[in-house]
């Protein structure tokens, strides 16, 4: 029995088969459409370079943070007393706070870079801030490109918690992963730099990755990497004790900059980028 036009309803090409293609046997060709559909993305923006922004998705904006804290010191006033569970919230509110201070920097320092990159900027050779997509400091630096009146990228991967696609990454070029080694290997092949923001895990995972791509070589060009935040990231790493015990060369202190300030990373990044 045949259906209109003679088809038969009932035979499904194989990449049309979406039982199969959500299929474990499929997964090599799942891999292969993430690897290829950014670049025809990209390719259709004339992006030929990225500015990576790295950090957590859960640092707040000052006014998020803000208000976070007067919601728990007016539970306070009201109680009279601050419970265990209380004063757990305070200490939390009051160190978001402190930690909104990256978010303000990365929404400047995305703006910054962003209206750099739209004076040299030509059809055909574009360089764009990119970022995880999600919340805190990605949504921090989207917005900062959105404020330049900039297009930016947005590298989303599907997971229970967290990652949450901002609004401001451009809807054309946000992306959803469900590999982490395919956006790895998408963060890493458009970089011309990469900064990093306080984050947890994920932010060191992604940072370390990129350092050891460097450091063997594996990674033929030469990409500008911003540790930013000296105070954060001096108490969580000792890198120092890294060369002490021999695990790394004092050479290798070299891969990356540390700054605590915008204007400081923004001339640094210019003069590497030549912007």
């Known amino acids: 029995m045949r259906g209109k036009n003679g088809k038969n309803p009932w035979l499904v090409k194989a990449y049309k088969n979406i039982p199969f293609l959500n299929s474990p046997p499929a997964r090599p060709i799942r891999i292969l459409a993430e690897m290829i559909e950014p670049e025809v993305r990209c390719s259709r923006h004339g992006i030929t ?26 539970k306070i006033r009201k109680t009279g007393k601050a419970s265990d569970l209380l004063t757990r919230k305070y200490h939390d509110a009051r160190n978001n ?28 050779d574009k360089i764009v801030i990119s970022t995880g997509g999600g919340p805190g400091i990605m949504e921090a630096a989207n917005l900062g490109a959105k404020k330049a009146g900039c297009e930016s990228m947005g590298f989303n991967i599907s997971l ?56 063997t070589g594996k990674s033929r060009r030469r990409i500008p990497v911003i540790l930013y935040g000296e105070k954060y990231w001096k108490d969580i790493i000792n890198f120092d004790n890294l060369v ?12 990356f900059r540390i700054f605590s300030d915008v204007d400081g ?11």
């Open 49 to 74: 370079g990225t500015v990576v922004f790295f950090g957590s998705a859960r640092t707040l904006s000052e006014k998020e943070a803000e208000k976070d804290l007067k919601n728990v010191e007016e």
């Open 97 to 124: 706070l402190e930690m909104s201070a990256y978010y303000e920097d990365a929404r400047d320092l995305s703006e910054k870079l962003s209206r750099a990159f739209k004076k040299r900027n030509k059809k055909g």
């Open 160 to 215: 229970p918690m967290e990652q949450t696609p901002n609004e401001h990454q451009t809807k054309d070029l946000a992306f959803e992963f469900h590999y982490f080694f395919v956006r790895k290997f998408w963060f890493v092949n458009l970089a011309k730099a990469i900064i990093v923001f306080p984050g947890g895990f994920g932010t060191m995972d992604e940072f370390f990755e990129l350092l050891t791509l460097i450091q």
């Open 244 to 255: 002490k015990w021999g695990m790394i060369s004092k050479e290798d202190l070299g891969l």
């Open 265 to 275: 990373a923004f001339s640094f990044l210019k003069k590497e980028l030549g912007i």
